[in-house]
Structure formats: C-alpha cells, structure tokens
C-alpha cells in the first residue's frame, strides 16, 4: 500500500509496512507539485502512480523517482496485464460547445516509448462525467449519453485492444458525477454510492457482476457511527481493497492539531470494521515540520491500496 499526503506546494509518497494494529511509513520519495482539492484521483497501476494535478494528470514511479506530467486533456491512465503496458487515455471535445451530445477526439499513448495515435470506431457521442478506475486491463469510468440522465453508461476501454464500448448503468451510480466512487472489487467493477457531502453510516455497494449482461448487484453496507469519532473532517474516501477483499475507508485530510491518524477496513460479509493506526505521519510534529505542513490548514492524504515496486521507465 502506499499513501500520498500533500500540501498546495509539495507532496510525499511513503509505503506502509503492517501489522494488525498499526501502520508504520517509510519515506519513498518527495515530488514538487501539490494537491488542490480533497477530491482529485490518486491511483496505482503495476508500479505506477498518477494523480490529478492542475492542467492534467502527472504520473510518477516510485521506485525509479521518474516523474511526468501527460497532455493536458489526458484523463485516465491504465495497465495492460497481457501485454504488460501502461497506456493514458486522452479524450477532448472536437468542438467545445456546451452541448451533452459532444463528439469526442479519441487518443492513446503508451508510456515508456511511442506517440499519441488516433482511437477509431468510437461508440458514440458522450460526456464523461467521473474519474476513472482500471479493472482487469479495462479502464472504467461513468458517463451519460442523453440530456436527462436517463441512459447513464459506463464508458469501457480496453487498454490491450484500445476499443470502446458502453455498459448499461444504473442512475445511482452516476449520480454525483466527480464525486462518484468506483473501484476494483475482487477484480470486478464496483461503486460506493453514499452522501458526499456530510458524514454517513451506511453505502451501497453495486457491482458489475457480468459486463457482457450489464448485470450489477446492490448490497446495502452499515458501520457504527463511532467510526467518525477517530475522524477529522467531514469527508473519507475509499481508495479500494486490501489482499483479503476489505474495502479501505480513510479521511481525505489530516487534522491541524498534531494526533493520530486512522484508516479503516470494512468487512461486506461481517460489516465489521477494523481501525488501524498509521504512525509516524498525523501524530508526528518534527516529520510536519519537515514538509511544511505545520502551517497548512489542509493536508489532504491519498492513498494507493497494493502498490508493487517496478524498474519499468516511464
């Protein structure tokens, strides 16, 4: 797992080392661009990490310290497990009217080598309307192709084959727009519906259970209240699972006043909720002070669950 914490000006990545009641980070490395809302993406991809950035996405590898910034109108990145590529998606408006019905400009790199080249045979006009998650080499991200909503869809690429498609989806899911949440379920596509604007107790949980069906499946998850009694803030995010399937629940910030910080993982067969303590970063004043966050009322943390190591060159 690694986590990303940031300030306006500058940000740090640390992987975490487990146990089963603490966290405790160690320092990968520091890079000089920061995070402007508790909402921009964050996301691990076979060794990769990009973030949403002011002008476009910035992908980073760890291991390497190798750091770029991708077209502005780049809006998702992905991972081919076949064929072992990392590909970014670039997706612009051919005539930038404000129309629903915009016909899209399709482009992809692969990273490490090659140029942008042209995708043909997309599936129609459409607007994308959340951030994007890569499941299986697929990239997945809500859109709607109709002025009323009525049709939501889940846009999907292939990041091997490079071809679209739409699948039918239900309107909760797409209903926040940007804030909507979606993420790798047991290598199944799923999304965490809930409030987004307030502290809630309960989620659903929709998964895509067969993409050539369109069929999903709804779970109503509760956890105690108490939960929010270890937050700061009014906001958590859910970056994912861990290896034993547990959805990942975190607060997007960090306190201003120096003291613990906690991620949580929710069992959807139990609803249980197990708190682990992350040391050395909320409750540590010199490791603050180093980074400058000892001033900033905002810190807002990310967090990339099952990072992995990789030498491969961006």
């Known amino acids: 797992m690694s986590l990303k914490r940031s300030s306006p000006s500058s940000s740090c990545l640390v992987s975490l080392n487990c146990s089963s009641s603490s966290l405790v980070p160690n320092l990968e490395m520091a890079i000089p661009v920061g995070l402007s809302s508790i909402r921009e993406s964050f996301a691990s991809l076979h060794g990769f990490l990009t973030v949403d950035v002011h002008g476009g996405l910035m992908v980073c590898n760890p291991s390497t310290e190798q750091v770029i910034k991708l077209h502005s109108s780049t809006r998702f990145v992905g991972y081919d497990p076949i064929e072992g590529q990392h590909k970014a998606l670039f997706v612009e408006s051919r005539d930038h009217r404000s129309s629903v019905h915009r016909h899209l400009d399709h482009k992809v790199l692969t990273l490490g080598g090659g140029s942008w080249r042209h995708i043909e045979g997309t599936p129609g006009p459409y607007e994308a309307i959340s951030v994007g998650v890569c499941v299986n080499g697929v990239i997945y991200y809500g859109a709607r192709n109709s002025a009323d909503f009525r049709n939501p869809v889940m846009v999907c690429f292939d990041v091997r084959t490079e071809k679209l498609s739409f699948i039918q989806a239900h309107a909760p899911l797409v209903k926040w727009g940007k804030y909507s949440i979606f993420i790798d379920y047991n290598g199944k596509l799923a999304s965490i519906v809930r409030?987004?604007?307030?502290?809630?107790?309960?989620?659903?949980?929709?998964?895509?259970?067969?993409?050539?069906?369109?069929?999903?499946?709804?779970?109503?998850?509760?956890?105690?209240?108490?939960?929010?009694?270890?937050?700061?803030?009014?906001?958590?995010?859910?970056?994912?699972?861990?290896?034993?399937?547990?959805?990942?629940?975190?607060?997007?910030?960090?306190?201003?006043?120096?003291?613990?910080?906690?991620?949580?993982?929710?069992?959807?067969?139990?609803?249980?909720?197990?708190?682990?303590?992350?040391?050395?970063?909320?409750?540590?004043?010199?490791?603050?002070?180093?980074?400058?966050?000892?001033?900033?009322?905002?810190?807002?943390?990310?967090?990339?669950?099952?990072?992995?190591?990789?030498?491969?060159?961006?």
């Open 195 to 314: 409030y987004p604007y307030d502290r809630f107790n309960s989620f659903d949980l929709w998964i895509l259970e067969d993409p050539e069906k369109h069929e999903w499946s709804k779970q109503h998850c509760v956890f105690p209240s108490s939960v929010w009694d270890s937050v700061w803030g009014l906001e958590m995010s859910f970056p994912g699972t861990n290896k034993d399937g547990e959805i990942i629940m975190a607060p997007t910030s960090l306190s201003p006043e120096i003291g613990p910080f906690y991620i949580f993982y929710y069992n959807v067969k139990t609803q249980n909720v197990r708190r682990v303590r992350l040391l050395g970063i909320g409750d540590n004043k010199e490791f603050r002070r180093s980074y400058g966050f000892l001033k900033q009322h905002d810190c807002f943390v990310r967090i990339a669950p099952q990072h992995v190591h990789s030498i491969a060159s961006l």
